[in-house]
């Protein structure tokens, strides 16, 4: 258990879980009284926590990481699962008390997605900069025409109604690459 704890922190865990509550929290409080409607703001917790947990897919010391006994691919891909599960059920807490901002199916397929977002931009570009990736495609979505054809609706994903076949197969594609590539190839340096 105390390699656990020390993963945790090593992985800025604390951190991240505080602001995902406090995000969460937020926009409950913004949207009290409004009941449901509007997709973006359930999409804007759901990219904040996906920015939040991003920070942790990188360990202090990557040379140390790498020359580890252990097998990280499973890690890897666990703590994403994991950090997208947290992402996700946050919010369906916060919605518990009352305020129902999203459904289920909807929370599940954009926190997988955007999680899915954040391994591969830590991939790419590192875990300090692993936020830009979701950064950018939700700040696009919201700015974006609205989804009339097949691109632009693969483009506005995370807000399509739940149950759309663009907005589930591109989540589920982000997140199976994402977590691919994060798992075999790491952080980047």
Known sequence: MRWLT???????????LAAVLVSAVAVWALVRGEG??????????????AMAASVGLGGQDLALDRTAAIRWAPRRAAHVLLAGAVVGGVLLAVQNTGEDMATTEFVVRDSAGLMGLAA?????????YAWTVPFAWLSYTFFAPPPTSMPTQVAT??????GTAAGTW???ALTVTGIAVYAVAGPRR
């Open 120 to 128: 591969l931009g830590a991939a790419i570009s590192g875990a300090q």
């Open 157 to 162: 994903w995370m807000l399509l109604p739940p």
């Open 6 to 16: 020390l993963y945790a922190r090593s992985r800025q865990v604390p951190v991240s």
């Open 36 to 49: 449901p409607g509007d997709p973006r703001l359930p999409v804007l917790v759901l990219a904040m926590g």
């Open 170 to 172: 591109t989540a589920l």
